[in-house]
């Protein structure tokens, strides 16, 4: 074969090997993208579960007290409560329902006079003690992840302590009941870590008008609402706190 043919072949052959381990290098350098499986979202946080947790806030009541002989007034009672909670959550998709029961230990107190009158010098007391109050209540609420916005409403109970001086002068007779009635509420939660989450709420407590006996024939009707503000800590079990989200 001729030198220059020959030549020619082996520029050709260095020329096509160079060019074919070129190709796999730049395939080798160019990344590579996978498509995610389907039916799979960013993980998020999943608020099914129990939970058990602690509260503590302060509350305020507003009780009227009213009576045949003329009595007119208006009782404001204030102080710090605590207490204890506890539910569970399910949720659906972005929503989330709910049931929880909590119970509170409660300072709310607080007394008004009417001032001096005839036969009663020192003037009439009213007193008002709100030892305890409770609540049964369903929730729903919308997720944001681990943001969770939701309202409630159920029943609700007080324990309270009512005094007056105004039937019995000079001395004082007091009255204690525990009250049903019906409550509303609505609060934020956050979770901060996967079993652990923090809430604010706000709760209205309505237990109506009922009469009370400071001394035979005698009926005053004292009507009661109870308002309350609550920072808690809630711990879930039993159910993991992130989860892959899928639909």
């Known amino acids: 074969m001729h030198k220059g043919t020959m030549r020619s ?128 209540t369903g929730r729903a609420g919308l997720a944001f992840d681990r943001w969770l916005v939701y309202g409630k409403g159920g029943v609700a109970w007080a324990n309270d302590s009512f005094s007056t001086n105004r039937y019995t002068l000079p001395a004082t007779v007091g009255v204690k009941e525990t009250r049903i009635g019906w409550t509303v509420g609505a609060g934020v939660e956050y979770a901060f870590a996967p079993a652990w989450t923090a809430k604010l709420e706000y709760n209205y407590m309505d237990f109506g008008n009922r009469a009370v006996a400071f001394a035979p024939g005698t009926s005053t009707d004292i009507d009661q609402q109870v308002h309350a503000v609550k920072l808690g800590v809630n711990y879930k079990f039993g159910f993991p706190g992130l989860v892959n989200a899928r639909y």
């Open 9 to 136: 072949l082996l520029i050709g052959l260095v020329s096509a090997t160079a060019l074919s381990g070129a190709a796999p290098a730049a395939d080798m350098a160019r990344p590579v993208y996978k498509a995610p499986p389907a039916g799979v979202l960013p993980v998020a946080y999943d608020w099914t579960g129990f939970y058990v947790g602690g509260h503590v806030g302060y509350g305020w009541a507003e009780k009227d007290w009213r009576d045949a002989f003329g009595l007119n007034l208006s009782n404001r009672a204030s102080g710090f409560l605590g207490g204890g909670q506890v539910g569970f959550n399910y949720q659906i998709n972005q929503f989330v329902l709910g049931v929880e029961g909590d119970f509170s230990w409660s300072g709310i107190n607080g007394s008004t006079s009417t001032g001096p009158l005839v036969g009663a010098p020192l003037g009439n007391g009213f007193n008002t003690d709100v030892n305890w109050v409770s609540t049964l």
